[in-house]
């Protein structure tokens, strides 16, 4: 079986983590309503995605 040849200090371990923090959500504009809106995904507000409206309205 393979073994640590020695006990990584703690500013090693940490620094080998400096990349793993939390990124801030990233957020794009919607092209209808100009509302923000998750990168690939339906904008929640008109139903638009990439020019064409995915909104399905249930009639009553």
């Given at each position: 079986m393979?073994?640590?040849r020695a006990r990584h200090s703690n500013?090693?371990?940490n620094s080998k983590r400096a990349?793993?923090?939390?990124?801030?959500?990233?957020?794009t504009v919607c092209l209808n309503c100009r509302?923000?809106?998750i990168p690939h995904h339906m904008?929640?507000?008109?139903?638009?995605y990439k020019g064409?409206?995915?909104h399905t309205e249930k009639e009553a």
């Open positions: 393979a073994v640590p500013a090693k371990k990349h793993l923090a939390k990124q801030p959500l990233s957020v509302n923000s809106v904008c929640p507000s008109c139903g638009h064409r409206s995915y």
